[in-house]
Each structure stands twice: as C-alpha cells, then as structure tokens.
C-alpha cells in the first residue's frame, strides 16, 4: 500500500512537472530576418499597398498614445509600414522618464472583427536591450475596453535585429473565440527601460478570420471545434 502511494505520488510530481513546463514553453516561430521574412498581407493592409509618406492605402485607422503617425522621427505607425529596416522603417525609442503605466501602445482599427488566429512582431535595428521584454497584444470591440490575448513577461524574443517572429493561436496563446475589431500592442517594459533610448519595435503583422461564428459564453464549455466546423 505504501510503495503504492508514494508511486501514485511520483506520478503526479511527473505530471505537474510536464503541465507546468508546457505552460510556460512558448513555441514562437522564427521567420527570419528582414522585409522579405515578413508573412504581408495582414489585416492591416491585405493587399500591401500602404504608402507611409502619403498614408494611404492602408485598411486600418491607426492610433496610438506615443508618437502617433508614420513620419516624424520613427513614429509608432511605422509598426505597419509593412517594411523592416533602419531609420523610419520602426518606432522607437520611448519618451523621457521611461515608459508610462499604461504602457507604450498602438492600436489598428479595422473595418471588421476578426478572430485573431496569429501575429508577427519584429524587432528592429537598434540595440537588442530596446526590444519589448514585457508586452500584450490585446483586443476590443469599441477601442475602450481591451481583453489581453498574449502576454509576455520575461525574456526578449528577438536574437538578432530585425528578426521576424511568428506567434500562433493554440500554441503560443490560447484559441480564440472572440472576434475583434481594435488589436492593440503594448509595452510595459524592456531591459535598458527607463535609460535612454530605450525602446523599438519593427513591426506588427495581424491575422484572423472574420467568418468564425463568436460562440455563446453559455455553450462555451461544452462546444468543441468540430460541432463550430458543422455549425459553419
Ligand atoms: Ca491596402
Ligand atoms: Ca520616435
Ligand atoms: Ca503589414
Ligand atoms: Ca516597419
């Protein structure tokens, strides 16, 4: 009885330690470096034809409460110029006193909701300790209240400058089943914050699927995917 216990015991010792670790396991992909990594085509700007200087073309209203716009001196809206390079190409680099409370965000606001299915971030060219050590991705349907999606709060993702990485709904942030007209991006804190120049980001590709029916919070539990699939 008792080796029975203490091998029950070790089981779930064995078990916590698979679950805790595959919790904290983030399977992010890395695409690679530069424009030509980037997936394009994001919800953002589907057909790639935004033109930063004039913007124009673009399929979102950008806002942001650092730096909005695309000209300026690396101003926040260049997260969507749909390039990956020096200068202009990123946002950076925080302003004095280190970033604020409520983080440093931008917000695309898009015509449709959209299940957020995946997103790309990259870092830019400055140095690695700007890139965002702790940061969201979150969602809202009237650009007031935002629900988290994906949080980080740890190391940076990024091992070289201008490096495309890839985060996947089921793997790296829970499934989705609720759709989102705003996807806000926001940075509480990066490893030289608050000294200096202290911060940059590349850029930001979202994707999503507008036609997912957003399930009923009191069927939620008992739904699973394929009866979604059927309901379709
Ligand atoms: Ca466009
Ligand atoms: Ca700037
Ligand atoms: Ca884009
Ligand atoms: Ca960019």
């Known amino acids: 009885m008792k080796i029975m216990m203490v091998l ?11 679950i805790s670790t ?6 992010e992909e890395v695409l690679g470096t530069g424009t030509d990594s980037l997936l394009g085509g994001d919800l953002t700007d589907p057909e790639d034809d935004g033109a930063p200087d004039a913007d124009e073309g673009y399929n979102a209203i950008f806002t942001a409460n ?8 690396e101003f926040s809206f260049n997260v969507f110029d749909n390039i990956l390079g020096g200068g202009n190409a990123k946002w950076c680099c925080g302003r004095g006193g280190g970033i604020p409370d409520e983080g440093l965000h931008v917000t695309a606001e898009l015509e449709e909701s959209y299940v957020l299915t995946h997103f ?16 969201e991705v979150q ?16 190391d940076s993702f990024w091992d070289q400058r201008l490096q495309v990485v890839l985060f996947e709904a089921g793997e790296d942030f829970e499934a989705q089943t609720t759709r989102y007209r705003f996807f ?6 990066t490893a030289s914050n608050p000294a200096g120049a202290y911060f940059q980001i ?23 995917w ?7």
């Not at 029950?8 to 698979?18: E, T």
């Not at 595959?22 to 399977?27: C, H």
């Not at 790309?120 to 940061?135: I, L, Q, Y």
Request: charged share 20%; hydrophobic share 30%; aromatic share 10%.
């Open 120 to 135: 790309t971030v990259s870092s830019a060219n400055d140095v690695p300790t700007r890139d965002p050590t702790v940061w």
């Open 226 to 232: 394929g009866s979604i699939k059927n309901i379709r």
């Open 22 to 27: 595959s919790d904290v396991a983030q399977a």
């Open 139 to 154: 969602g809202s349907n009237d650009g007031e209240d935002f629900t988290t999606i994906f949080s980080h709060d740890g």
């Open 8 to 18: 029950a015991g070790f089981v779930l010792m064995v078990a916590y330690c698979v």
């Open 202 to 224: 590349g850029e930001i590709e979202y994707f999503g699927d507008s036609s997912l029916t957003p399930v009923d919070p009191k069927t939620k539990l008992t739904t699973t």
């Open 184 to 189: 806000r991006h926001v940075t509480f804190d």
């Open 66 to 73: 650092e730096e909005p716009g695309f000209g300026g001196g």
